[in-house]
């Protein structure tokens, strides 16, 4: 089933075009990774997809509505963690802010903090400020509160590039995990090839300064390695390497 | 003991600062009006610690902290709540622009003989200086930081749904605290010195009142005594406002100390 269309998704920045009309779909459940180099347009798409901006041409359908503003429905994930949470807030009261926002009961409150926190291995920060914590673990403290929000689909955007490679693995496997168990839908930006084939069930190459020629959207491509998947063996499986070449000649040659 | 001397060097300037004058005042211009030596301020002050009637250490000194201190509250009450709405409210920044940067540069003192004319001598008065000379720069760093609160946090909330409400409360009002403070101790300097000002110019009352009355009548030493218990109060207070800033710093999730040292 259809969560999200994107229809002839265009983008403009002075007058230049940089997002030439893209057309797909995301299917409820589905992993999808969307990659490109630096300008191609990539946040911007995933930002008019959570309605941060308007898209100057075609229209983003969100369960068959017409995106026009942020839903409590849709969870954000910032690359900037540190900017983006609260850090007036401990651990648990940035999870509760979710909690706030959507009126959850306060009765309920505590549980569902206690869960959302276990799911991404904090309860035992569970007091700290953002600023005692690690980048990693403020990342997932970020994840935990978009959770919390009981989203109906999860953007990310480049959640993991300010972190290192060690660290950026760990909450890859994480993320991965977290995303079967709760049947999530996910719309992840990047611009690492392997962290897409890796993560997604289905790859969305784009391609900067695109031309009637050659239209933004340069590869659509499925991904058909099984899950559960753990870094060694994806690595050396011979449809990564396949994908990842053909990957990389589609943007290579943008 | 090397521990101690570096716990003493900080007073070390002071203490040949007040020798040298005591020495100077005993021994060049000892038969001086203009002057008296530290022992005789300290002398003076002594005894009007001791004093219980109106002119009396702790009610003259009470006198101008409550008046600086309504006055603060006042002014920046009224600020906090005009610097926000200007601050969160472009159409309201754009039309009250103008009016600002008219009115904000009358000097505080200048408002005296108006504020005589409708008050006259007392606590409305110096109040309503203090106030008026307070209310400035928490307007405007009050306007500045609700204009510079984090974009991403603001997406934050719009991503959860907050509503004005919520995000003012939750959000933006959080995110001020820290240049709110900076705002506040501003206001505290400014306070102290307005009252003080005010009660010397105009107001026969407080502190500086006091000061002036001690030189009128030719008396140095009393004269030396205020200024000096007016210097030590201020560091106090600073002292006090500093600390509270670094509480509240601390209980906000602040690790790092944000000022290295508290200034005296």
Request: proline share 6%; aromatic share 8%; charged share 15%.
């Amino acid at each position: 089933m259809t969560l999200l269309s994107f229809e002839g998704l265009g983008i403009h920045l002075g007058g230049r075009e940089i997002l030439s009309p893209t057309s797909f779909e995301v299917a409820r459940g589905e992993f999808v990774c969307i990659i490109g180099p630096s300008g191609c347009g990539k946040t911007t798409l995933l930002r008019a997809a959570a309605g941060f901006v308007l898209p100057g041409v075609g229209q983003i359908r969100r369960n068959g509505q017409l995106v026009q503003r942020p839903s409590r429905e849709v969870a954000f994930v910032f690359q900037d963690y540190t900017r983006a949470l609260l850090p007036w807030r401990t651990v648990e009261g940035n999870v509760l802010l979710a909690l706030e926002a959507a009126n959850v009961p306060t009765s309920e409150r505590a549980a569902h903090v206690q869960r959302v926190l276990e799911t991404v291995n904090l309860q035992a920060h569970i007091h700290k400020f953002p600023a005692q914590l690690s980048g990693g673990m403020q990342q997932r403290l970020q994840i935990a509160r978009c959770l919390a929000q009981s989203p109906d689909v999860l953007m990310m955007d480049e959640p993991f590039g300010a972190l290192d490679a060690m660290t950026r693995e760990a909450l890859q496997d994480e993320l991965s995990r977290l995303v079967r168990e709760q049947g999530l839908t996910v719309l992840f930006v990047t611009h690492d090839l392997e962290e897409a084939i890796y993560l997604g069930d289905r790859v969305v190459a784009l391609r900067t300064n695109p031309t009637p020629e050659q239209p933004s959207l340069a590869a659509m491509i499925d991904v058909p390695i099984e899950h559960p998947r753990d870094q060694l063996s994806v690595k050396e499986h011979p449809e990564f390497l396949r994908l990842r070449r053909e990957l990389y000649h589609y943007l290579g040659h943008a | 003991m090397p521990e101690m001397w570096t716990r003493l060097r900080p007073w070390a300037f002071p203490l040949l600062l007040l020798t040298t004058l005591e020495v100077y005042v005993r021994r060049v211009s000892a038969s001086s009006d203009a002057l008296a030596p530290p022992t005789q301020a300290l002398k003076a002050w002594w005894a009007l610690l001791w004093l219980t009637t109106d002119e009396g250490l702790w009610q003259v000194t009470g006198f101008t902290l409550g008046t600086a201190a309504l006055g603060l509250l006042l002014g920046a009450f009224l600020g906090l709540v005009l610097g926000l709405i200007l601050g969160l409210s472009q159409r309201a920044g754009h039309m009250s622009f103008l009016t600002i940067e008219v009115l904000r540069p009358i000097p505080s003192v200048a408002l005296i003989p108006l504020t005589m004319l409708v008050f006259g001598f007392g606590v409305r008065m110096e109040l309503s200086v203090v106030a008026f000379a307070t209310f400035w720069p928490m307007l405007i760093l009050t306007q500045a930081a609700a204009r510079q609160v984090e974009p991403r946090l603001l997406e934050v909330s719009d991503a959860l749904g907050l509503n004005a409400w919520q995000r003012t409360k939750w959000i933006v009002l959080p995110a001020m605290v820290p240049r709110l403070f900076v705002a506040l101790r501003l206001g505290v300097a400014v306070a102290l010195v307005v009252a003080v000002t005010v009660e010397i110019a105009a107001n026969p009352h407080g502190m500086g009142y006091a000061m002036m009355i001690a030189q009128q009548s030719m008396e140095p030493a009393r004269m030396l005594a205020w200024l000096f218990w007016i210097g030590a109060v201020g560091t106090l207070i600073n002292a006090l406002t500093l600390r509270a800033q670094h509480w509240v710093h601390v209980r906000m999730g602040g690790t790092l100390p944000q000022t290295s040292q508290a200034s005296t």
